[in-house]
């Protein structure tokens, strides 16, 4: 895992949790994005995305080095759940307000209906920030 600056100047997007691809496709065809690079913590994600021919590499979107405003937007597609704690998300959407210029695009699980379900005895996976375990 690498802390060292990366090379952002071939890329408009950045999509951090890469994981297979699929939010880099949707950067593409959705949000007007040319040309995106893959961050993902998980070595075999950061492999296998690029046995599928994207560009990804292996690190933590919390330490990074990023050269600020040189991307035009992030992409965040169900990754802020799976972090260990609230400090951790507010370092991840601090690392790609940093690096994007424009916007970022944050989705995930809503947590709207928590308190209700905690009033039925009930719960989402997520709703503790205990990731998919």
């Given at each position: 895992m690498?802390?060292?600056?990366?090379?952002?100047?071939?890329?408009?997007?950045?999509?951090?949790?890469?994981?297979?691809g699929?939010?880099?496709?949707?950067?593409?065809?959705?949000?007007?994005?040319?040309?995106?690079l893959?961050?993902d913590?998980?070595?075999?994600?950061?492999?296998?995305?690029?046995?599928n021919?994207?560009?990804?590499?292996?690190?933590?979107?919390?330490?990074?080095?990023?050269?600020?405003?040189?991307?035009r937007f992030?992409?965040?597609?169900h990754?802020?759940?799976?972090?260990?704690?609230?400090?951790?998300?507010e370092?991840?959407i601090?690392?790609a307000?940093?690096?994007?210029?424009?916007?970022?695009?944050?989705?995930?699980?809503?947590?709207?209906?928590?308190?209700?379900?905690?009033?039925?005895?009930?719960?989402?996976?997520?709703?503790?920030?205990?990731?998919?375990?």
């Open positions: 690498s802390t060292e600056p990366v090379n952002l100047s071939d890329y408009d997007f950045i999509d951090f949790g890469a994981s297979k699929g939010c880099i496709e949707f950067a593409m065809a959705r949000l007007g994005g040319q040309r995106g893959g961050i913590i998980n070595t075999n994600k950061a492999e296998e995305m690029r046995r021919g994207y560009d990804c590499i292996e690190g933590d979107i919390t330490k990074l080095a990023l050269t600020g405003k040189s991307v992030v992409t965040m597609s990754i802020l759940e799976h972090l260990l704690d609230l400090l951790s998300v370092e991840a601090k690392s307000a940093h690096v994007a210029s424009d916007f970022q695009f944050i989705q995930g699980p809503f947590f709207d209906a928590d308190e209700f379900l905690k009033k039925q005895g009930l719960r989402f996976f997520w709703s503790y920030w205990t990731g998919h375990k």
